[in-house]
């Protein structure tokens, strides 16, 4: 089986962690009967050989041996080998020129893979029907392994695999892909079974939605609840409900559905109306697994799309009086991140915070408390019935960390907590190193408040400015702002001229001209922060010079600069600052129609733009009737997500419509 294996200088190749000496071991292991030892070294070749999907030299060399391991039917649980084998052979986004090496190995020896599309194993032939098509380079013989292969299965599993190769086959051939969908299509109608069917349907939607029903989402949500209430009947003839079995059912990443559903739901894109039927559809069916399933796809939803979402957000709501932790947990980390949005489902919010005061603070070992996220999402919601357990944690010996992020969500409602609020602000050790720090949650709720009793409490906190501040200087611009907006630009203005020469130049000018009305002591700090190499700076600067309107005509010139040289973050607060200064719109609108286009993530700053314009903005109209049109939210990405995304893009489309209004 391993014959050459000890003429492969093994220890002057490398794999992820370092000489590859160890390697041979795990390829014997491999071939163990003992299923421990063989799990082992599994661990290995993926974390150390193919670490990552990454090929090494080493992972080059392992490729006969894996081979080897395959054509011995004694060997235990080869559909692993046979997995891996597709792995180190698959398209890689690196493109190295050992990934085209690796890839010439698998395919070297891809003979091997149409007899193992029959072998008596099911765990073998199913990977065997992906490394078909992607590796034996003859498309009208590899379809017609699959087409025998479909007729002659009889393992759900395998025929999903099956299912799933179409589609693989239809992408890679096109000129052959006819053939396949027509299979699909085959397998998209009775007698298959439920899940067999739902397969096909998403493979039909990726590679030929012309080929889908007419009926198409009706007809998946039906399949899906023949599917469910199968699994629930087989549950119940399966003996007693232990915990083991309940676990099982909660882990979506065991569940084919969960792999069924991403694939419909990802096909069906931008088509919101048709994904939102399908996960109610989802969310109301009898299966807890598909519950939990529905639960983390309709997160990848509300986070990409704009929608009519208030039933969902309510089955969602629904899913918060189960017993089953895994999918209550999901729903409310969900509910957490929709802010508003999750007012459907507040009154069961709120029945759960009063019925599990464990659940008000999550613990992490060696770490502060945090806000739990059922009471967090009805406080994002903006729900006053989350203020008793919000102050009866404000009044405990340790609040959560963030709770004062999260109450300025309830705005003026928090109004009674404003008292707890500036008392934990009095007892914040000036000198602390994490004075800033434990400040910021508590100023960020005032401010929402807009409590004007809290002027003392944050006059102390500017104590000993400017070089004093000490950690403070982290919280200190945001101090000065809420001075000014509580009406205590006087008081404050004294402070404010101690810190015209820090970091906090622009807010500390802008305090002033509230205070005073006296340009000319402003217009030169605000000039000089204007051209400052801090970009925040600069920022700063213009949206200040803003607020001068006509007395700042001195500064025409570098705001003039900034929108046509500076980077677009930039050229927004410099726009709108020049249309303040000069009430010309005409060198405006282009600067604010460029950054829209050209960077998705300032358009709520050029909105807020547009609404102090006036009727100055209806030649960009069509900016904002076109957003309101979008399915996709502005802030949408295809890797990566913020905590913010939709609230911020709900702002966005609030003041569209707010902004056409007023045109």
């Known amino acids: 089986m391993f014959t050459g294996i000890d003429e492969v200088d093994w220890a002057s190749l490398r794999h992820a962690h370092g000489s590859a000496e160890d390697v041979p071991g795990w390829l014997r292991a491999l071939a163990s009967a003992d299923p421990a030892e063989q799990a082992t070294a599994l661990d290995g070749m993926y974390g150390a050989v193919h670490h990552k999907g990454r090929v090494y030299d080493s992972t080059l060399a392992c490729v006969p041996f894996l081979f080897a391991l395959l054509a011995r039917e004694e060997v235990p649980d080869r559909g692993c080998v046979v997995e891996l084998l597709v792995s180190i052979g698959g398209e890689s986004a690196e493109g190295a020129e050992r990934d085209r090496r690796a890839r010439e190995a698998v395919r070297a020896g891809a003979e091997v893979f149409t007899a193992l599309a029959g072998d008596p194993d099911p765990a073998v032939r199913r990977p065997a029907a992906e490394a078909l098509v992607r590796f034996l380079d003859d498309p009208p013989r590899v379809l017609e392994l699959l087409r025998r292969r479909l007729r002659a299965e009889r393992d759900d599993c395998v025929l999903l695999s099956l299912t799933v190769a179409l589609g693989l086959f239809a992408h890679r051939y096109p000129g052959h892909a006819a053939g396949a969908t027509d299979l699909l299509a085959e397998q998209s109608a009775p007698p298959y079974a439920p899940g067999l069917r739902l397969a096909a349907l998403g493979q ?78 989802q969310l109301t069916s009898p299966d807890p697994v598909d519950r939990c399933n529905a639960v983390w796809m309709s997160a990848g939803l509300f986070r990409g799309w704009r929608g009519t979402y208030d039933e969902p957000v309510r089955l969602l709501g629904a899913q918060l009086s189960t017993d089953q932790d895994r999918l209550r947990d999901g729903a409310v980390s969900v509910l957490a991140e929709l802010f508003a949005l999750a007012a459907p489902a507040a009154d069961d919010l709120h029945a759960l915070v009063t019925a599990r005061t464990d659940l008000w603070t999550h613990r992490w070992e060696r ?219 005409e060198p405006v609108r282009p600067v604010l129609r460029a950054a829209w286009a050209a960077e998705p993530r300032t358009r709520v700053p050029v909105v807020r733009c547009l609404t102090a314009m006036g009727p100055a903005a209806a030649p960009l109209r069509d900016l904002l009737t076109a957003e309101l049109a979008r399915p996709r939210r502005h802030t949408s990405r295809e890797s990566a997500y913020g905590s913010r995304d939709i609230p911020d893009d709900e702002e966005l489309l609030r003041m569209c419509r707010e902004v056409l209004v007023g045109l």
């Open 204 to 281: 039909l939607a990726l590679r030929a939605p012309g080929r889908l029903p007419a009926d198409l989402v009706p007809t998946a949500v039906r399949l899906l609840q023949q599917r469910s209430a199968q699994r629930v009947r087989s549950q119940e003839h399966s003996g007693s409900d232990t915990l083991v079995r309940r676990i099982r059912r909660l882990r979506p990443s065991d569940e084919q559905g969960a792999v069924l559903l991403r694939t419909l739901h990802g096909a069906l894109g931008d088509r919101v109306d048709d994904r939102i039927a399908l996960l109610i559809g």
């Open 367 to 585: 770490c502060p408390p945090t806000l739990g996220g059922p009471l967090k999402a009805l406080a994002r919601s903006g729900d006053p019935r989350a203020l008793p357990a919000l102050a009866h944690l404000l009044a405990g010996p340790a609040a959560p960390v963030g709770l004062g992020w999260e109450l300025a969500h309830l705005g003026r409602a928090a109004a009674p907590l404003a008292p707890a609020l500036r008392h934990r602000l009095a007892r914040i050790p000036l000198a602390s190193p994490a004075a800033g720090r434990l400040a910021a949650p508590l100023l960020t709720a005032l401010r929402a408040i807009g409590d004007t009793d809290a002027v003392p409490e944050l006059l102390r906190l500017l104590s000993g400015a400017p070089d004093g501040l000490g950690a403070r200087d982290a919280v200190a611009g945001q101090v000065i702002d809420m001075l000014a907006e509580l009406g205590a630009a006087a008081q404050a203005a004294p402070l404010a001229r101690t810190l015209l020469h820090t970091r906090h130049a622009a807010t500390a000018a802008g305090v002033l001209w509230s205070a005073d009305g006296d340009a000319s002591a402003v217009l030169p700090v605000l000039l000089g922060e204007l051209t400052h190499p801090d970009p925040a700076a600069r920022r700063g600067a213009a949206r200040q010079l803003g607020r001068l309107g006509p007395a700042a005509r001195a500064a025409l010139p570098e705001l003039r600069r900034l929108i046509r040289s500076g980077p677009v973050p930039e050229r927004i607060p410099g726009a709108c600052a020049l249309w303040r200064v000069t009430g010309d719109p």
